[in-house]
C-alpha cells in the first residue's frame, strides 16, 4: 500500500509519498518536538520522535504540552486526509487503530534506534510486519 521493497530499498508508492510529508511538517505544529530517522515502509512506517523540555531562540509555535499519542494521531489524520483527497480509490481505513512506541532510555540506545530504523527497508523479509516474511526477527534481538 506505501510502497514494496526491492533489492532491499523502498520504492514508495503515490500514498507513501504523501505520507512523508506531513511527518516532517510536524515540527511546525509542536515547539517541543525533534524528528529523527524516519522510513516509510510498505504497511507501515518508523520514526523517531523527541519531545524538548524547552523551546529554544527564534521563530516557533507557542510551548504545547501535546502528548506523543496526540502527536502520533495528527500524523495519522494528516496523512489519511492528504491521501483522500488525492485518491478518491483509496482505503478507507489507512492507519491500525494504536501504534507501537518505544521510551529511549540513553544516548547509547538512541544511536542504536538511529541506525535501525533506515535498515528496516533491507530487512523486510525478516520483518513481523511483513506476511509474506519466512523467518520472522524478534525486535528485542536488536542490539540498542
Not at 49 to 71: C, F, K, M, N, Q
Not at 133 to 140: I, Y
Request: charged share 25%.
Amino acid at each position: 500500500m506505501l510502497g514494496a521493497v526491492c533489492d532491499g530499498n523502498l520504492r514508495p508508492s503515490a500514498m507513501g509519498r504523501i505520507v512523508s510529508e506531513p511527518w516532517f511538517e510536524l515540527p511546525y505544529h509542536y515547539a517541543r518536538l525533534e524528528l529523527g530517522a524516519f522510513v516509510v515502509m510498505p504497511n507501515h512506517v518508523h520514526g523517531l520522535i523527541s519531545l524538548r523540555d524547552s523551546v529554544g531562540a527564534g521563530l516557533r509555535p507557542a510551548p504545547t504540552t501535546a502528548t506523543l499519542s496526540e502527536i502520533v494521531g495528527v500524523f495519522k489524520s494528516f496523512s489519511s486526509r492528504r491521501i483522500h483527497t488525492t485518491n478518491a480509490s483509496a482505503p478507507k481505513k489507512i492507519w491500525q487503530r494504536g501504534f507501537y512506541e518505544h521510551i529511549v532510555r540513553n544516548s547509547h540506545e538512541c544511536e542504536g534506534i538511529k541506525r535501525y530504523i533506515p535498515q528496516n527497508p533491507a530487512r523486510w523479509e525478516f520483518d513481523r510486519e511483513n506476511p509474506k516474511a519466512q523467518n520472522v526477527e524478534d525486535l528485542d534481538a536488536w542490539e540498542y
